[in-house]
């Protein structure tokens, strides 16, 4: 298995039924430029989370605040396109999560998408919000006005004319 780029282990065993505990998580320097590598993009300049966990009998509720700059490059004209990323997640784990993904129906505790595994009793809250980074960030970014160019193919030179070969048919008759 390989070692998360940025990887902030919280332990949760201390946390009581109906209990709270807030942090806040930050990406270093060198754990935004792995994480720009790992999501093929320009630059990951900043990468902050606040994190407010809850336990609820076995079940953690895990709220991400995310804010995160990037930088990416435009499909069009391939110049940088610096953006800032700021989303809330809210995610829950139980430990009777098995390695399959699947999960015993814990009705009346969290009534959201399945739960995440929990374990050791551990939420690796920067890789999580490393994670979440990776599913918000624009699969196609592209600088407000950018057009392609319609009479250019994805080879990379000019289209014929959808009506060149309807004028072959017509020099045929």
Known sequence: ?????????????????GATRRTTIQASGEECAALARRFGIAAVESLEAGVALTRRGRQVRAVFDLACRVVQTCVVTLEPLPSSLEESFSLVFD??????????ELPGVFDDDPPEP???????AGETAAGLVGLILDPWPRKPGAEVDPRYTAGGGLAPSPFAALETLRRRD
Request: aromatic share 6%.
């Open 1 to 17: 298995m390989q070692t998360p780029e940025f990887t902030r282990p919280i332990g949760v065993e201390s946390l009581g039924d």
């Open 95 to 104: 430990p009777d999560v098995r390695r399959s993904g699947e999960f015993d």
């Open 118 to 124: 929990l374990r050791d009793e551990t939420i690796d």
